[in-house]
């Protein structure tokens, strides 16, 4: 545990907090607590969360940039292996899920599936190392799963969802994106009748469009917060003695290896759905 002060409780609230910057009581500056963070409001930011995105987004940048450079027509080594065969999964899924003509997909794709997973890997570095290296240097809060953070999740998910809406205008137009949200799922062929359904068929549609965004959101970060809540549970129980530790052990070792398929599930449902939605905004039905 970091803290042998802290109580159980404690100890899992300090877990959970991230590290929060905003304005409180006319001034700027980060919060302490739970409460300092809620008060700052909307325009808070969780500058844990912005920090380790960016870093893992610049790491594989970096990574595939390097490996892109160095690539070679003969042997290939080990980093050009993995990362072709990175590359060659998410082009059979774009071919088998994208039905349109894009160049911009695959690359989406290919970002949000490795740069989920990286954030989604964060979650098995066990939960005092970071956050006690931070305390040592005077930073109280650090959160390191970016994906266990509802902000960043529905950051992604509303990336996503704006490029939906923006191919869904440029290639039906005003006039057949609207279509799509009033003249189904109810049709007739008398026109008054056709009319009436006009309101019933916006309000299903729209509330269908709306949940794209939130359950792509949601589902990432449920899956995410429970691991790490689970994560630090299981630490809870070093402190408990030899037995319980040994026990504890045992324990996050079975849950660090099943997460590892979490990790890469959350990844991969999350660039499938991309590839579907992206898909629907270019189908005319």
Known sequence: MSSDALTSSEYIKHHLQNLTWGKLDGSWGFAHNAAEAKAMGFMAIHVDTMFWSTVLGLAFLYFFRKVAK?????????????????????DTSVRGSFSAKNDLVAPLA?????????????????????????????IEHMRIVPSADPNATFGMALSVFFLMLFYSLKIKG?????????LQPFESKNMLVQALFIPVNFLLEFV?????????????FGNMYAGEMIFILIALMFSGGVAMGIFGGVLQLGWAIFHILIVTLQAFIFMT???????MAHSEH
């Open 70 to 90: 160095n690539a070679q027509s003969g042997t290939p080594g080990g980093m050009q292996n993995f990362v072709e065969m990175i590359v060659e999964f998410v």
């Open 273 to 279: 759905l991309t590839i579907v939605y992206m898909d």
């Open 208 to 220: 269908s469009l709306i949940a794209k965004p939130v359950s792509l959101s949601l589902r990432l």
């Open 110 to 138: 290919l970002t949000v599936f490795v740069w989920i997973f990286l954030m989604n890997m964060m979650d098995l570095i066990p939960v005092d190392w970071i956050p006690g290296l931070s305390k040592a240097v005077g």
């Open 174 to 182: 005003i006039g057949g994106f609207t279509g799509e949200l009033t």
